[in-house]
């Protein structure tokens, strides 16, 4: 009896883990796919941000090799070109369906979760099979996946199956009756192929996220992925307007630009029909909430004091205040319009917000314009100021910019945010360095 206890368990462990591979198919053999169906699979693909995740620095469109950092280990993202050897070209649409919908490959082999398929399962098959349209007829690119760097046992894929047991959900986005058309295309947008929540919701110590905690703010690549709820930091609430023109044009006056990986999704979002991104928004404004009345009350204090913010910081940070006035004061102070002007820093998302990465992020490296376009442009201070001084400058502008409590641990951030985000210094010599040495970090 016992050993058919075992026995059984055994296989139902089997069952479990086990998926049979799907068979490759002839590329040559593939029929041609309608010219439309591959235009709406390439708009699917900027929503889904497909490029960014699939396509390293250096490398060619969707050929993969991105390093995925994960607190188990690094994930190289796959190349999903129509390769068929290193790439997809082998797949049926089948095998591609399988894999947005169950996370699995060809080979029946299962795929880690930065490949965010727990979002991909509520992508319907009209959009799934324009996706694989639009993939099958990009350039095919020859390169191999480097081998995910995972501390053991995390390199074992069969605790993938596990994974799943206990945090995939499918059909998880139903439509609202109640609500507009418009309002649930944003919402399967959102909760499908954008899978917003996967930087916008905090995770758990297995690294799924927190069902309790839907777009409560998550940790992106060193930034900080803000609430979208009604915990938002922003000093004046968003509402869908605001959020359709941060969405379509990487910024808004009263809200900030669009930086880092957010800067990326704004860039694909911009060539996408604009009746997507307006339903985008106006989900999403949902998501955030109604603004409740001492919200209200408190975004309109900082819109009438926005032009005569009183300088509160500068008898505690003399050394902030005269950075400030030096570096930033000409452009932040100066009401004039972008490019040349820089928004009111009262209303910073980055200087309200809980943690001062993406402040730190910003003033470091700067916000590079949008190629043809008058949107905002800063220079990058990092071989400018040392450590010392970015401390002291952004230790200012939270106490003169917001009323939120003084930051901690600012020091650590930025030392930590020149070794990960910036590329290293060069010395007189031409020798490398990757920040200044302490001693000069020590200084103002």
Wanted: hydrophobic fraction near 40%; glycine fraction near 8%.
């Amino acid at each position: 009896m016992l050993a058919a206890l075992v026995l059984g368990g055994a296989v139902a462990a089997v069952a479990a883990v086990w998926r049979p591979a799907i068979g490759a198919i002839d590329p040559s053999a593939r029929q041609p796919f309608e010219p439309d169906l591959v235009k709406r699979g390439r708009a699917l693909a900027a929503i889904g941000n497909c490029s960014n995740c699939h396509m390293a620095g250096a490398g060619k469109d969707l050929a993969g090799g991105v390093a995925v950092p994960t607190p188990f280990g690094t994930v190289f993202s796959s190349n999903i070109t129509p390769d068929a050897d290193t790439g997809i070209g082998r797949w049926s649409e089948a095998a591609f369906r399988r894999a947005m919908r169950n996370g699995v490959d060809r080979e029946g082999r299962h795929l880690y979760p930065t490949f965010p398929y727990d979002h991909f399962t509520n992508v319907n098959d009209e959009d799934d099979r324009a996706l694989y349209a639009y993939l099958m007829t990009r350039e095919p690119v020859r390169s191999a996946t480097p081998e995910n760097r995972l501390s053991f046992p995390f390199d074992q894929r069969v605790l993938i199956a596990g994974w799943k047991l206990l945090f995939l959900r499918r059909d998880t986005y139903h439509p609202d009756s109640s609500k507009s058309a418009e309002w649930n295309r944003g919402a399967y947008l959102v909760e499908g192929l954008a899978h917003c929540g996967a930087c916008h919701t905090p995770r758990n110590a297995l690294g799924a996220e927190r069902a309790g905690a839907p777009f409560a703010g998550g940790d992106v690549e060193n930034w900080r992925a803000y609430a979208i709820n009604a915990d938002s930091p922003s000093p004046v609430p968003w509402d869908a307007d605001a959020l359709f023109a941060y969405l379509r044009n990487g910024w808004h006056p009263d809200h900030g630009t669009a930086r880092g990986p957010m800067a990326q999704v704004a860039a694909n979002l911009s060539s996408v029909s604009s009746d997507e991104v307006r339903a985008i928004a106006t989900y999403t404004a949902s998501v955030f909430g109604p603004s409740a009345p001492d919200r209200r009350r408190q975004a309109e204090t900082v819109l009438a004091e926005v032009k005569s913010m009183p300088d509160r910081a500068l008898g505690t940070n003399a050394a902030g205040a005269s950075i400030y006035a030096a570096a930033c004061a000409s452009c932040h102070d100066s009401g004039r319009p972008v490019p040349y002007g820089g928004i009111n820093l009262a209303l910073s998302t980055a200087i309200s917000s809980p943690d001062p990465r993406n402040l730190a992020n910003i003033v470091l490296s700067g916000v590079t314009p949008r190629e043809g376009e008058r949107s905002p442009i800063m220079p990058g201070f990092a071989s400018s100021m040392n450590d010392g001084q970015i401390v002291a400058l952004l230790n200012y502008l939270r106490s003169r910019f917001s009323n939120r409590p003084a930051w901690t641990g600012v020091d650590q951030v930025v030392e930590n945010t020149r070794r990960t985000q910036m590329p290293p210094l060069r010395t007189a010599a031409g020798q490398g360095q990757s920040h200044v040495e302490p001693a000069q970090r020590d200084k103002p």
